[in-house]
């Protein structure tokens, strides 16, 4: 968990480059490389922290050297180069509150919830067990309800959303048969959620915390920072084209990460991955 895992795939990829001798012919060659320790100090420090700046520092070291190697093998007038990022995320809620951006840790175990769930057994007869668990962004129901018809689930799940959305984090809990059936406002923020849901996988009711407010837990740790919600600034990542070929310019509007790879299939003239969704960047084409 340090700009060290970034030096390791650095000699990885170079390796890789070398033994499979990428760019020896005249048919392209893909190299994908994950430089991601930049995720895990964004977690421990934060993303404003003077660690994570000394990482990025780091990391375009890393970059460099492995261009360079790129230039010394293939040459880069032969190379399309393009950097992007999975995700973005929050400031820790410190670092945010000291610019006066409210926010803060949740934690969901610190809930009064008892006199919550009572009150909804009591009005759908239910005797078990109300909730199975809680696995952000998504409470799971117990069996007894799933196993009721999708009408009674669906009154149930939106009793629950209800009651979820009254503690002082929550922005919105949507019920997942809601979700199914088309059943709610087309909103940007219901647009987000229902691109994560899966009828056969997600759980029953997906909460979202107010922005700058979330759980500090990841992978088992206690972090600064996290990500995974449906706001702005988790997914707001810079996506970077560069190669001998492509007209400098600074583009600024709302794409895709999942438009890059239906850009490069245009690029090449080859057909797009059978999952590809997203469309192509026609900046890049314009050469």
């Known amino acids: 968990v340090s700009p060290a895992g970034d030096e390791l795939t650095l000699d990885f990829a170079k390796a890789l480059i070398e033994n499979e001798r990428l760019g020896d012919d005249g048919v392209p060659d893909y190299l994908g490389v994950s430089f991601s320790s930049t995720d895990y100090v964004g977690h421990l420090f934060g993303p404003s922290s003077l660690e994570a700046e000394d990482n990025i520092l780091r990391l375009d ?6 261009l360079a190697y790129v230039d010394e093998k293939v040459g880069l007038e032969h190379t399309l180069i393009v950097l992007s990022a999975d995700h973005g995320g929050p400031d820790a809620p ?7 951006i409210p926010g803060g840790y949740v934690d969901p175990e610190s809930w009064d919830r008892e006199s919550a769930i009572a009150r909804l057994k009591r009005e759908f007869n239910i005797d078990g067990e109300l909730i199975e668990k809680y696995q952000h962004p998504y409470v799971y ?5 799933t196993s009721r018809s999708d009408a009674e689930r669906e009154l149930i799940e939106r009793a629950v959303a209800e009651e979820l959305a009254r503690f002082p ?8 048969r809601a979700l199914e059936y088309g059943n709610l406002p087309d909103t940007e923020l219901v647009r987000a959620v229902l691109r994560n849901f899966n009828a056969k996988r997600s759980g029953d009711v997906y909460v979202v915390f ?24 988790d997914s707001f990542v810079p996506v970077v084209f560069a190669g001998s070929d492509i007209r400098p310019q600074r583009i600024h509007r709302r794409i895709f990460t999942v438009d890059v790879a239906r850009t490069l299939a245009a690029y090449l003239g080859i057909r797009p991955p059978s999952g590809a969704t997203g469309t192509v960047l026609h900046e890049i084409l314009n050469k």
Do not use: C, M
Request: aromatic share 12%.
């Open 169 to 176: 984090e929550v922005s919105l809990a949507v019920s997942s």
């Open 141 to 145: 129901l117990s069996p007894q309800i």
């Open 210 to 233: 107010k922005p700058n407010w979330f759980i500090n837990d990841f992978d088992g740790l206690l972090v600064a920072s996290t990500h995974g919600s449906p706001w702005r600034y």
């Open 61 to 66: 070291r890393v970059l460099a050297e492995l």
């Open 94 to 100: 410190g670092y945010s509150k000291s610019l006066g």
